[in-house]
């Protein structure tokens, strides 16, 4: 399939792992930044075909993982009520709150249902005038357009039932906030690719200045990842910090303006909690006053839901790169997919959750040495 | 079975050593719909609720039918239960699903299927054409298997009670002489094969529900694999294992399999036929279709040396012709499925937990 499998061909990741053999000179520690990244890593066995001298350590762009625990009980606070309809990406339902997870809400009758687009909500809204249909809005830089476009359209068209429950964060200042703190470990990262699909990569070049650090952005496929390890693998040994972009087949440095009018136009910059890491200042969006009668928190006063997270788990120290998720002594034992402890083993994206899928809670395989026979074609 | 499993009680491994799950998931207190997902949770109700109850040796094996002696005849029996939305898609309807269903689990015990039965929970207000329909397909799926329905029971429940229609079909057939199929008999060395293209019917049924269009049309491999299984067995006897990867698909299926076996398995992500369609849904909805449905597939084990010549009747035969060798039995850990990727990194597989659910972005 075209724009995939020259992504994933075994004879140019194993020419581009052998140039990152050949470049790479002392240990470096490089932190890919999203969820998805860090999915494919684990899925294609990335980390254990590089040399022992590149470490890959995950970081918060998991948008599931990092939505507070207060938004959350918040959300779940909507979804019981009886005249609402409760609209959602697929994989915030497993994600565990205080009390429940919207799966457990929705056997118990609330009407909760999965959509692919934001967009479908107006639908919905539109079927079922005498519902409210509210939104979960999660999500980094990626998902905020077509929120936005959302809200923005139910305004439009005059849609009064429609809310949306917004959580966004940002990435530039988690990047800034992994970077001051003192137990920072990452030298060099792999860029989030379609953050900078929407807001371009030019702000992320004085990140890459103040912290000297050099910042790849990447794609998704195993040969991006392998090339931008390669590309900032180069910078480290090179003593340079610039912002590289590997994935000019998607992202651009303005990245897409249209996109970026829109949703400066329906959302404002605000503090956001993180789930397991704390409030980053100006880290989030909101909604704008203009569109206060579709903000999902105003309408159903759930504003004043204040949610302290538990200590145990250590997701936090795992979304900043600081622990991997093997390093957790609850990690595949009390916590498993089934009975996650934290949001990080929820999600397909975690970086627990893509341990325990690959089987990282296991004796590390060994390939057998008779290969099975090539199927004829 | 696991008679710690068996022993514990529904919360039973609810404590945690560090002093108390903070964020009590733990155990549900209801059904969710994880519980039919054929993945970890659907497994745990298996075994810590239903098994316990009705425990014998027929049931131990856990195959998709239970084969027993009558009168010097070797029987097969198998159920299952049909609850597909929506009713109609492309490719087939919940009518043929729940004839090829259970033709293929009988299928799968090596048995000739012989007569079925049929159960309707129907729900008021659903169209009579669409009844209609439904039956006339059953009809239809049955001739084409070479299977009647013998008898069967019609229930009707109030409106809001049911999706439509509910369909179980149960069913019997002989398994020949010499034939000995179990899940159990997967050995070191054994060649997995699987008889086409994966993730097919899930995505179609997929498409459909969420509104999704592609390109092309992508449709159910629904079929019924009677036949198909009944050439292979004209080579060999022999075959030592038989799965139809249906809900959990191909991972699930195999990982059941090297439990039961407490054999390890390898595959070939190469190896794995995939239609470029299929693939392309997958991606765009963050799935992986190893853990996507399939109706009309049928996995096999057999031993190294019959790969070849069962591989060439299956590819002769309609329902097998991108039939693949895609892996070997092995003797790692008991239980564990390893697979080569595609950039030649090596990754466990594993059963999912519950049902896969699409990514946000």
Known sequence: ?????????????????????????????????????????????????????????????????????????????????????????????????????????????????????????????????????????????????????????????GLPNFSALVSHVLVPPAISAILESPLNRVQGFLGPGHVCTVMGYEEYEPLAARYHVPIVVSGFEPIDILEGTLMAVRQLEAGTAAVENQYP?????????????????????????????????????????????????????????????????????????????????????????????????????????AYYAYGRHLPRPNAPQTTPEPAAA | MNTTEVNSSPNGDCASP?????????????????????????????????????????????????????????????????????????????GALA???????????????????????????????????????????????????????????DRGKADGIFINTSGIGLVPAGVNINPTRAQAGDAILLSGAIAVHGIAVMSVREGLEFETEIASDTAALNSLVESMLGVSKDIHVLRDPTRGGVTSALTEIAQTAGVSMHLEEAHIPIHEEVKGACEILGLDPLYVANEGKLIAIVAAEMAEPIMKVMRAHPLGSDTAIIGQVTSGSPGVVTMKTRIGGTRIVDVLSGEQLPRIC
């Open chain 2, 18 to 94: 560090l002093g108390g799950c903070p964020i009590p998931i733990s155990d549900y207190k209801e059904i969710v719909l994880a519980h039919g997902s054929g993945g970890r949770i659907s497994q745990q109700l298996l075994r810590r609720i239903i098994l316990p109850q009705f425990s014998n040796e027929l049931l131990a094996p856990q195959h998709d039918g239970a084969i027993f002696p009558i009168g010097g005849a070797r029987v097969a029996f198998s159920t299952d239960s049909y609850v597909v939305n929506p009713l109609f898609f492309p490719g087939g309807d919940i």
């Open chain 1, 249 to 353: 087949r998607i992202v651009k440095r303005e990245g897409n303006p249209v996109a970026r009018d829109l949703v400066g136009k329906v959302f404002k910059v605000c503090d956001r909690k993180w789930r397991g890491v704390g409030s980053i200042p100006q880290s989030g969006y909101r909604l704008r006053e203009a569109f206060r009668a579709h903000d999902a928190e105003r309408i159903f006063k759930v504003e004043s839901i204040d949610t302290q997270e538990p200590s145990v788990c250590i997701s936090g120290l795992v979304l900043q790169g600081v622990k991997k998720p093997h390093q957790c002594p609850a990690f595949g034992k009390q916590c498993t997919p089934e009975h996650p402890l934290g949001a990080t083993m929820v999600s397909a994206e975690g970086a627990c959750a």
């Open chain 1, 1 to 157: 399939m075209k724009y995939l499998d020259e992504y994933r061909n075994e004879a140019l990741a194993q020419q581009i792992l052998g140039e990152i053999r050949r470049t790479v000179t002392r240990p470096w520690v490089l932190m890919e930044v999203c969820g998805g990244q860090t999915h494919s890593i684990i899925k294609y066995g990335i980390d254990r075909l590089l040399p022992e001298e590149v470490e890959l350590v995950h970081g918060p762009g998991c948008p599931v993982c990092v939505t507070s625990l207060e938004m959350i009980d918040k959300a779940h606070a909507i979804a019981q009520r009886p005249d609402v309809i409760f609209c959602s990406f697929g994989d915030m339902l497993r994600v565990p709150g205080s009390q429940d997870d919207l799966l457990i809400l929705k056997s118990r009758g609330a009407d909760i249902r999965v959509v692919y687009s934001p967009i479908d909500c107006l639908k919905i809204a539109r079927a079922n005038p005498e519902k409210k249909v509210v939104f979960f809005a999660i999500g980094f830089e990626t998902t905020a357009p077509a929120n936005a476009m959302a809200v923005w359209q139910a305004q439009q068209q």
């Open chain 2, 99 to 157: 004839v090829h269903g259970t033709v293929n689990d009988l299928s799968m015990c090596g048995a000739r299927p012989l007569y079925l039965s049929a159960g309707f929970i129907l729900e008021e207000g659903l169209p009579m054409e669409d009844f209609w329909r439904i039956v006339q397909s059953m009809r239809k799926a049955a001739a084409a298997a070479g299977v009647q329905f013998v008898t069967g029971d019609t229930k009707v429940v």
